[in-house]
């Protein structure tokens, strides 16, 4: 496929940076801790989170403070393997049966002892969450036999409990703390309280978030002091803020900014082959994207060639299907929407476009606003107009929950088990908040989604899941883009750094080199 010269050359000559400032909390006050009294990692992320309450979020950039705040029952490996968290042990004693023993004298940052009741107390939580409940609704209820141990009934067989419980969203909470807090009308993220390697600190919405060290976390020596998160939402920003030293890690390089990284002796580019998919979401719900005729035509439009070499430098690889190559559980036999404009065209006619289509692409990022701007400047030339909005991060995504839009740019970490992928971005009791955001609804995905949580056999799972793709793709749900290169940028007088494909990087073993 050909690069489009005269899209891209419109795209980098029209682009403009907008940015849009949110409300501080002033009731957080700055950390009494500096990278000159402690060994404190200073990191860099594009977005702020979105709450410190790991039932009521499921985005990348908060699972960066939550995951070293809280623990899971169960936790992936870097080779994609699960072994115990906070558990110890556990027993599959029939098909709907599975005994859990958990570690013994785990403290959480408040002193207080791990036992069953705060595992129970937790999981019935999240169970009731919109945001991750869906991870868990295999769980029929949980039994405490004793302060270690514990048995969850299922309502079904499942073949996805234990990876269910490594994600971040089944974090085990304190529940006298949580009590506590809430009794008082407060949130979580006001104190956070977990069994963690570092307890919260301080935050500053949209500014930064500071975490330190746990002196009594039970998995191990901590080696630093703690982590300062520094919000920058412009790409080169943080790529400067790397090169002059203010952070340590910059954990979202954009691709433009590689180059710069790979070719200064001072810095590290730690590349790796992640899971993430970029796409476009289109609400299936709202017009012109209730069409199905209309969501084919912007698939055929996707200028995917033109798309990585204005947003990512070259640096990705275009997706084809729902799910990046890299991700388990990933087919590539689905339907493919070479770009086409000619096809495009003829596929609005038919929906009742016949240039009079006009709609807008929201973006949150200056590399999803490229994406964007190729979008108009394709879709231009078969007399669509589009608009680009920029927005932050966090008014984007309340928008999308409540299907208050017509398309955006969106990306996507699958993890290490797909249904972690289907449930939340294609069930259909998942629309909005539940992550289900293109308000996509198929009975028989529905049907095989529900499938694949309770079959055993491996062979016939993924062949559920390859027809899930494909029913999907099909459907012209979404318009899937491009899989960026990971990378994450680096001091070269860090080390220390564990990098995982599904973006759940670990942080508590980073140090400065002696």
Not at 14 to 22: E, L, Q
Not at 55 to 70: G, K, L, V, W, Y
Not at 190 to 210: H, L, M, Q, S, V
């Amino acid at each position: 496929m050909k690069i489009s010269k005269k899209i891209v050359s419109i795209v980098l000559a029209s682009i403009v940076v907008m940015t849009t400032t949110g409300c501080l909390n002033t009731n957080v006050g700055a950390s009494s801790y500096s990278n000159g009294e402690k060994d404190i990692i200073r990191l860099a992320q594009n977005t702020d989170v979105k709450s410190f309450d790991p039932h009521q979020a499921n985005d990348s950039s908060t699972s960066n403070a939550t995951r070293h705040i809280f623990n899971t029952l169960i936790k992936l490996t870097p080779e994609d393997t699960f072994e115990g968290d906070l558990a110890e042990s556990w027993e599959q004693v029939d098909d709907t049966t599975v005994k859990f023993k958990l570690k013994d004298g785990v403290k959480f940052h408040n002193g207080e002892i791990l036992t069953s009741d705060d595992v129970k107390f937790s999981l019935e939580r999240q169970k009731e969450s919109s945001k991750v409940g869906h991870l868990v609704d295999m769980i029929e209820s949980i039994e405490v036999i004793d302060d270690l141990n514990f048995i969850i009934h299922l309502n079904k067989k499942s073949s996805t409990l234990i990876s269910s419980l490594s994600h971040i969203g089944g974090a085990i909470l304190n529940k006298k703390s949580v009590e506590e807090i809430e009794a008082s009308g407060k949130k979580i993220d006001e104190n956070p309280i977990g069994t963690g390697p570092y307890k919260f600190e301080a935050w500053k919405p949209g500014d930064r978030f500071i975490l330190i060290k746990f002196d009594d976390y039970f998995d191990g020596e901590v080696k630093n002091d703690g982590l300062e998160f520094r919000i920058i939402p412009e790409g080169s920003s943080r790529a400067i803020a790397l090169e002059t030293g203010e952070i340590d890690v910059l954990l979202n390089v954009d691709a433009v900014d590689y180059n710069r990284i790979r070719d200064n002796i001072d810095l590290v580019l730690n590349e790796y082959s992640p899971t993430t998919i970029e796409f476009l979401d289109m609400n299936n719900e709202k017009a012109p994207f209730d069409n199905k005729l209309v969501r084919e035509a912007i698939n055929y439009a996707t200028d995917k060639a033109s798309i990585i070499a204005v947003s990512t430098n070259g640096e990705a690889i275009k997706s084809e299907g729902i799910m990046g190559p890299t991700s388990i559980g990933y087919s590539n036999n689905v339907v493919n929407y070479d770009y086409n404009l000619k096809k495009a065209k003829s596929l609005l006619k038919q929906a009742g476009y016949d240039n009079n289509l006009e709609f807008t692409i929201l973006a949150s990022s200056d590399v999803r606003s490229k994406t964007a701007q190729v979008y108009q400047a394709s879709l231009a030339e078969i007399g669509v107009k589009v608009n680009v909005e920029m927005m932050e991060s966090g008014a984007m995504l309340e928008k999308q929950m409540n299907g208050d839009f017509q398309a955006a740019v969106r990306g996507w970490n699958p993890n290490a088990e797909p249904d972690n992928t289907f449930a939340p971005l294609y069930l259909t009791e998942n629309k909005g908040s539940g992550g289900n955001r293109t308000f996509y609804s198929n009975e028989k995905v529905d049907s095989l989604i529900r499938e694949g949580r309770i079959e055993q056999d491996e062979i016939k799972r993924n062949k559920i899941y390859e027809e899930i793709q494909q029913i999907i793709t099909k459907d012209a749900a979404i318009a899937p883009i491009y899989t960026p290169l990971g990378a994450i940028g680096t001091s070269s007088k860090i080390e220390g750094l564990e990098i995982y494909p599904i973006g759940t990087h670990r942080y508590e073993n980073i140090s400065f080199k002696k």
